[in-house]
């Protein structure tokens, strides 16, 4: 819809007699009478500074005062203040909005629109007058003609008044409610040239039989001065002046009946106009809209107000809160004439009262926020995102790290979640109070939800949700409701004492910059006061430069320095002149002069801590005096820009350009006796000098008359202070873009890495040495975080290095201390920081071992892993690490390929070192230890693969010294144990694997230790064979003969197992306990364990009975060892003399020689544990376990 631009506002205010009709009158006055002052209109004038500081009246104590405030001015708001309408509506509407009608009027024929004045007295002519005084026609200038003479010719005009103008105008008076209203045409007018003013009002009519709302008056296109309208209700005033392009536009007025009408003459040309009735259907008469009576709503929120007053302060409220109804955007103009509807009827009603009984009444931006809590049900029971947490994968370089697939949260749908209502959170924040002029201010207020008057903030939709995912099956449900509330205290009170001047920038700059004004006004010097108080309160740089800015120009406007230099110290533009900026100190110049201004850019030079705009403003200034040939702005300058560079603040590598371009400009010898001692005073990093440096190098050649020695010693003192300044294992922050993963540390291997090329590409190698100084100095001394050890940090640089250096072999020199420290920080296996704070070893993976291999390369090789591997640096890690890392070695370094006798011996001496280091670490505790199918290795597959190890790795004679670590029994074990249990199952395992080998049982050391264990075994675990206790025939005849329950507990007699369980119902369990009393005498014991249900009978035989089949089982497993060991003669030789009794004690049979004694088979199984130490050199000659 087209709108034509808003008429301007001079209007005519008459006085009168509000209740008298159709009355003339005779004079015109301007503005308004008060007993008429509109309550909106007055806003502009409540200026508390202005009011006057009179006593308060002595007010008549109420003899029923309110008692309850904050509920019965609720109860008020809902009683008179809920009408959400206005009392009088207008729109005025382009030609090519609204339709031409094709006036026809009877006897004249059609009526040209716009209306010419031929036209207009042709209507005249025909029309009959109005007579409002002393019955004289020519005194009223105002025409009238009857509906039924009026027709249009264009049926589109009828369906835009029913369907376009009449529905908006039925929808601001608030009277489309449930029913669309219809428009009679009740007459046409047409006012002539006249000096007087009419007043009309048409009384409200409740009787039911009326349908009448109110009246709806279109005012048709044609050219006329004049006619001011005001409409007035219950104190409310809407002044409207459509005399302007009244020949281009048709104006509507719309208004309820007992809105008082007043009509100002029409000055020149004729204003013609159609006056319709709004009137309710017949259908829904009974729900006619109509005016609320405020007389009675308006009093009693007068009670509650003096009842206020008059209360106690104890028992008083601070203040009352009022939810208005309608949203209304926070902007620079918002006031109390923004709101509308039912808020402006109310603050149009208690603004007068406020006034009159001392309150102060505001308005307030609010934001609420509601948060729920979200769970859903997480369907990946199995998944790692069942546990709630992130993922865990296995680092590059060792170590596990969180982290989140970027679809993780994904998996659930958000339709899934289930808000939960029950633990909803609301806040509430205050992010705006203006006065009813629009004006912030600052107070603190301490508001909930629940202090909120005249309904709640979550009974309209929210303005803006949002869903957030907390981790994978929680959320929150975030919504924000953005609404206005109106607050109201008394004056002098606690809440108005802490009011103060908020916020006023936008306000303050948008009526600044909208003044035209040749000079201040004492309102604008008021309003520049205030701004300024808020710009040293209330610091927000983007605001500060645009109050700056407004105040500049209007400075600028009134040719008033003050206001200029004023505002700049408030605005605190001495220390950060980009609230200004270059160019703007420039027009300052040009507008003020340098007089004016050289005091504050002293200052400015002073004060601004910031080189960069220090150096900026001295630029445009140099500029300037050269352009304006000012010499003693030019002068000024050039002094300026070299006290600026020997008192250089704070600085950053965004300021290198200017920084190197000014000192080079005055030499090398400058940048480096001037520059560089503040720079290092700083205590800069790598992110400043690096290109900082390559600045100088690129503006090398334009250095006036410096020699080389000049510029490489700089360059040598820049890169040392970088060296300096560097973290010998610098850390860094890493961000997520998930709300829910909070920032973390990391290392940062590629500072150090960065420097170190620095130093080579500046041909500063040596300083790279110092670098590798002080990572080795800070491992040593616990100088890094625990969850990042040095390791990290080697294992990420040295392969980076070994790539960089190559083709350099320059550097090998200076590399090597660093890659002997990667061989050391790879096999340490402390989990303790020098510190006391525990760390994470290198796992010592493939990757890792390769890394270490490869550093090993560059110094070495052979002879420094000899070196660097000893048991001291190996301390802490287990036989199967140290395993893997001699089986690397093995791969990496195959012996044929050694050069020479020194590396193979290294490699010989190194290999039977880490050998035996594996087989002194090996945890034969293990062996003893219960073990579980798929988790662990049964203790015969872990020392055949020891025994696999040193047949591997070239090392099978260091065999024996790994068979003496097996024989002893671990603590906890006794021998007996550990024969049956460990060593006789390993001795086939062995077997097996001596013959892929083409070795057997006759070859040492494996001879000496078979001999051991079979001997041990008939030693230790062969008992003297038992006598039948109870005979076979005595067991099977046990129990009755017909019961299943005593047929189990016979064969349980016959068996080896010593218990048995029965669980049953008490009758059975008392059957087998006569039959086991019948006996009793063999030793056999029960009882009944009375948990669970039946309850169980337990049955143990005694040891004597389950002797004979334990002896017949461990001489099965005698039988076996001898086997093994070979045939008859076999065994007979690796026996020796020891035969015929082992023989005897295994097979329970005399042999037929006599028994040759045992002597001590219990030497070997005895002796004292291996314990790991410090690995010789080279192998000492084994001893041979013998037995006597």
Known sequence: MEFLPPPPGDVIDIPGDAHDQDVQVTKQLPGTSTAEKNALSDFESDDEDEEEDDDEEEVKPLIAPSTDIKADFEAALEDGFDFDGVFAFSERYGMGVAPNPCLKINGLGTVGIPLSDRDARAIISASKPVCVFNNDPKTSGRWELAPEKVHFENPAWTTWVQNTAGVAASTALAAYASVKPSFTLKKLIIHEKNTLTTRHKEPTNLDESNRKIGDFIVILPGRFEGAQLQLSHAG????????????????????????????????????????????????????????????????????????????????????????????????????????????????????????????????????????TPSEAEDHDEYGYGGCGYGRRRFGRWGGYDDYYDEYDEEDIDEGEFVDDEDNREESLRVTQVVDLRGMPVSVHLDLESDDLLNGSITDQDPDQEKFERLERTSAQRIQFYHRTVLLIWPKDGD???????????????????????????????????????????????????????????????????QVLLQTLKACGVDKNTDLMGPESFVSAYQAFGWEVLKDFFEQAMANDESNARRHALLARLTQMGAEEEDAEVSLWCRDQADRALRSLSK?????????????????????????????????????????????????INTIPTTSPEVVNSLILQCVTETVRNLSAFPTKTLTSSYSYISAREDKSSDAILEVIKFCVETRNEPLCGEIFNKMRDGARRGVYSPSFPPWLYYAELSPSLIHYTQGKPALDAVLQPFFVDVVDSMISAARQSPLGKAITPCPLTDAHKSIMVNAARKVGGITILKERLTAATLKGHDSSTIQALVLTIVREFPR??????????????????????????????????????????????????????????????????????????????????????????????????????????????????AAAVVKAFAEQVMVQKPTEVVPAAQRQAAGCQGCAECRELRAFFVSDAPTIRFSRVQGIRTHLERELQKIRYWGVKWETIRSGSPHTLLVTKPPSMTAVGLWTANSKAGKALLQDLGDVATQARILGPAYPTVYARIHGEVAAAGPVPLANANQILNAPKRVATCVPAAPSVPKKPRLS
């Open 236 to 371: 409310q005033v809407k002044k409207l002046n459509f005399a302007h392009q009244s020949g281009l536009s048709t104006s509507v007025v719309a208004a309820y009946s007992g809105v008082e009408h007043t009509l100002a003459g029409v000055a020149s040309g004729y204003r013609l106009s159609l006056v319709y009735d709004i009137v309710q259907p017949m259908t829904h008469i009974g729900y006619r809209p109509t005016l609320p009576e405020m007389q009675g709503a308006t009093q009693k929120l007068q009670h509650i107000l003096r009842s206020w007053k008059q209360m106690d302060p104890e028992e008083a409220p601070e203040m009352l809160a009022c939810l208005l109804q309608h949203k209304y955007p926070k902007t620079q103009n918002f006031n109390a004439k923004s709101l509308t509807g039912s808020d402006a009827h109310l603050v149009s009603h208690l603004h007068p009262l406020a006034r009159e009984l001392k309150f102060r009444i505001y308005l307030a931006h609010v934001r609420v926020t509601v948060t």
């Open 896 to 1009: 044929q390929q050694l050069q020479g006798g020194v590396q193979q011996q290294a490699y010989n001496d190194l290999i039977i070192a880490l050998v035996r280091l594996a087989i002194d670490t090996f945890d034969t505790s293990s062996l003893s230890k219960p073990t579980y199918p798929y988790y662990n290795a049964n203790p015969a597959d872990k020392m055949i693969g020891m025994i696999k190890f040193c047949f591997a790795v070239g090392a099978k004679n260091q065999c024996q010294r790994l068979l003496l670590r097996f024989v002893p029994p671990p603590n906890g074990s006794t021998v007996g144990q550990h024969v049956s249990k460990v060593l006789a199952p390993f001795m086939s395992v062995l077997r097996q694997y001596l013959l892929s080998k083409r070795l057997d049982f006759q070859t040492e050391p494996y001879k000496m230790f």
């Open 495 to 561: 809440m108005d004492s802490g009011v103060s001047v908020g916020d006023i920038y936008d306000y303050a700059c948008h009526a600044l910059r909208s003044s035209l004004t040749v000079s201040p006004t004492d309102k604008e010097k008021k309003l520049i006061a205030r701004l300024l108080q808020c710009c040293q309160t209330h610091r927000n740089e983007a605001k500060l430069k645009s109050t700056v800015q407004v105040l500049r120009e209007s400075a600028d406007r009134w040719n008033e320095p």
């Open 651 to 699: 600085i950053d590598a965004t300021q290198i350009p200017w920084l190197v371009d000014l000192g080079l400009s005055r030499g090398g010898e400058f940048l480096r006796d001037v520059i560089f001692p503040q720079l290092r005073a700083q205590t800069l990093d790598k992110t400043f000098w690096i290109p900082f440096l390559q600045r100088i190098q690129l503006s």
